[in-house]
């Protein structure tokens, strides 16, 4: 995204941008079959599950003004518009927890008012969003979301892992809330005598905990040994949907030995219950809120106003990551100001606003990046057997192969250039033929491994479309209609749930993997480069990481304290921003450029990626499981840009064959692996590779990871 704070000219941008891709982002989807479902199932249930639970706190903190239901429709109306005529399709928009904090401040604030109070609480909320609409308009047409460019992997990540937190925190006091008496419940009854109490609590914990260990094995099902591959890609895409019907299920086994309410489920009204309808007419009581209350108005919406404006820009930027490798423009500024109107228009009607939501949006992205994957290998695999079928050789092999690969791009001009694609492939291939003197000779699967080959190389690509963010906000809709249905889950299924898009979030944090690098015993940090790793780990000193990984904890630390104070834990989107002139102005004066680049590479300082030590694995022999294999798709992303490459030095092994001339010869592989050099001294060992050298510079340099501070300081 350029820079431009001419006024008008970012939406202009956006919209001549998306505008060219608008009948694709449709027919895309449509294109990918009933395979769409299944990111479309997986997020429809990260979206409905924190919003109904959401709506619970409100109900609480209202008095009962604001319910799920409103919660729910607010989602599903906000998510339908955003869906069909929104810049971004892949962000998610959703009630949020600020949301949520604010409305309690809001509703606390109006009840002590004889001139306000309760009743006219939804009416001065609706002018709160007028001003708040008013404001993200401004910073729209401004062009405010350039500063975006300015918010590199530092504020991202720590944004990530603190939403991280504060999901996870919910977890927790939900589970301790589930030994004690819930408000506005009578303290006589049954279930609430302390014997009863603990037993609902411990059954809590199981059901929790039951529903995160089990969701989370479900994702990984596709590197399971056991079941069909359909059996286990059918877990892997449904899973944790089918996990939380099953263990609604489980809540039901003692139910006829223990008293009504244990478990405790959800508590919302129907949406045909005498007041959950009230607030849709609103905008007639708006007129009778005091002048001076419709002008104190601002205060609340300018904290709203840039509380949307990072947390709605922020999720668009982490839906976006490079790592995806999208191919499609942004759409920051046309967003924002479409955001304002939603806010408006849900203000008008008495619900709360719907923004962007962590970290659903950027698990959408993920999971399409799966749904891309499963598209792109299903087809390329046919062609292969195909041509294999036809006694092809290895070059007609590729040709064919990269014929159906740039068909299923469906290229457009506007779009930034496709990944290399299979040019590694193409690479592999010839030079394997070439090795066995037969590149004009058929070839069988025993000579090329299809499946392994194509995993591995395969880039990382995004599904990009609308239509499963379209339905799953029409499926959010119809929880409102399902209510009586909704009402049968456990609350702790809802907190185990928390847990685990709070742990899902996780896997391609760079600022969680340094953390876990620093709890890991000097002796045994080989094992990191042994694994898919960024390139700061061999490019940067395990001092620096250290430093730079303590600061970035400690800041961490104080925005998850800030939101902990009352009414200004709102506020900890401004500490977020305040990272900005951070990175920009101070950091460098304590960490070197090089350094500061690979741990934290700015898009206004971006470099090239860096070379890799490569040797060929006739060099080292080994075996390795090829990415698909090993976890889900993106849960170690392989980055090209910013200076950030996922290396591995482990070598993979491809299959032997008999040839009719030399007899039984074992074929290696001929494709390149990206060796770590400091493996083999960290192990004590003589790398079979240059050892030492920079990747930066080639120079030949001594390692400093698994050193002391000490010793790395003195070379």
């Not at 079941?227 to 489980?250: E, F, H, Q």
């Not at 092999?397 to 506007?414: A, D, R, S, V």
């Not at 074929?667 to 030492?692: D, F, H």
Request: aromatic share 10%; charged share 15%.
């Amino acid at each position: 995204m350029d820079e431009t704070f001419i006024p008008f000219q970012g939406i202009k941008d956006d919209l001549k941008g998306r505008l060219m891709c608008y009948k694709q982002d449709w027919t895309g989807g449509f294109k990918a079959g009933f395979g769409i479902l299944a990111p479309t199932t997986y997020i429809f249930f990260a979206s409905a599950i924190p919003v109904i639970s959401f709506g619970e706190q409100l109900e609480r903190n209202t008095d009962g003004v604001l319910t799920a239901v409103q919660t729910l429709a607010s989602t599903a109306l906000c998510g339908i518009m955003h869906s069909i005529i929104g810049g971004q399709p892949l962000l998610i928009l959703g009630v949020a927890e600020p949301t949520v904090i604010m409305y309690t401040f809001m509703f606390n604030f109006a009840k002590d008012r004889a001139d306000l109070g309760r009743n006219l609480f939804l009416a001065w909320s609706g002018w709160v969003c007028v001003w708040t609409a008013a404001l993200l308009f401004l910073l729209a047409i401004l062009g405010a979301c350039s500063i975006i460019n300015r918010f590199t992997r530092l504020a991202g990540e720590l944004f990530g892992l603190l939403i991280a937190m504060l999901f996870m925190q919910q977890a927790i006091k939900g589970l301790v809330d589930e030994f004690r008496i819930p408000q506005r419940e009578n303290p006589k009854l049954i279930q609430f005598v302390p014997s009863w109490r603990f037993a609902s609590g411990m059954f809590a914990l199981v059901l929790s905990f039951g529903l995160m260990l089990t969701a989370l094995r479900s994702r990984k099902a596709r590197s399971w040994r056991y079941g069909s591959g359909s059996l286990r890609g059918l877990i892997a895409d449904y899973g944790v949907p089918l996990m939380v019907l099953a263990w609604t299920a489980v809540s039901y086994i003692p139910a006829a030995s223990v008293p009504h309410g244990i478990p405790r489920r959800l508590l919302s009204p129907n949406p045909w219950s005498p007041g959950a309808y009230e607030n849709w007419t609103v905008i007639k009581q708006m007129l009778d809120v005091p002048v001076l209350y419709i002008l104190g108005a601002f205060i609340p919406a300018t904290m709203i106003a840039v509380l949307y404006y990072f947390d709605h820009s922020v999720a668009s930027q982490l839906a976006q990551q490079k790592e995806f490798n999208l191919r499609k423009p942004p759409s920051f500024h046309y967003d924002l100001l479409l955001l304002g109107f939603l806010t408006l228009m849900c203000g008008l009607i008495g619900i709360p606003p719907s923004n962007g939501v962590i970290p659903q949006s950027p698990m959408h992205t993920k999971s399409l990046a799966t749904l891309k994957h499963q598209l792109l290998r299903n087809r390329l695999v046919a062609t292969a057997r195909q041509s294999m079928r036809m006694n092809s050789s290895l070059g007609q092999l590729y040709g064919k192969m990269q014929e159906t690969y740039q068909q299923m791009q469906t290229p457009l001009i506007y779009q930034q250039h496709s990944a290399p694609g299979l040019k590694e492939l193409k690479e592999s291939t010839i030079q394997a033929a070439a090795s066995m003197g037969q590149i004009d000779a058929p070839v069988d699967e025993a000579v090329f491994d299809i499946e392994k080959e194509i995993d591995d190389l395969l880039p990382v690509e995004v599904k990009e479309q609308r239509l499963s963010n379209l339905l799953q906000a029409i499926m959010v809709g119809g929880c409102v209609a399902a209510m009586p249905i909704l009402k049968m889950i456990p609350t702790s299924v809802l907190w185990g749930y928390f847990a685990f898009m709070a742990i899902e979030s996780l896997p391609g944090n760079q600022f969680w993997e340094r953390i876990l690098l620093l709890f890991t015993a000097p002796s045994r940090r080989y094992k990191v480069l042994e694994e898919y790793h960024a390139t700061f780990v061999e490019t940067v000193p395990f001092k620096t990481i250290a430093v730079f990984t303590i600061f970035q904890t400690l800041y961490l630390l104080l925005c998850f304290g800030i939101t902990w104070i009352p009414i200004a834990g709102v506020l900890f989107p401004l500490m977020i921003m305040l990272l900005v002139p951070v990175r920009q102005y101070i950091l460098p004066k304590f960490f070197k450029g090089a350094h500061l680049q690979d741990l934290d590479a700015a898009e206004y300082e971006e470099s090239p990626a860096l070379p890799l030590n490569l040797i060929t694995e006739t060099e080292l022999g080994g075996s390795r499981a090829t990415f698909a294999q090993e976890a889900e798709i993106l849960d170690e992303m392989v980055t090209r840009s910013r200076g950030e490459v996922r290396r591995v030095c482990s070598p993979k092994v491809t299959s032997s064959t008999a040839t009719p001339a030399q007899g039984p010869t074992i074929i290696q592989s001929p494709r390149l692996s990206a060796y770590s050099p400091r493996v083999s001294e960290l192990r004590g060992e003589r790398s079979p590779g240059s050892i030492g050298k920079s990747p930066r510079t080639g120079d030949v340099r001594p390692s400093t990871l698994g050193r002391s501070p000490s010793d790395a300081s003195s070379n």
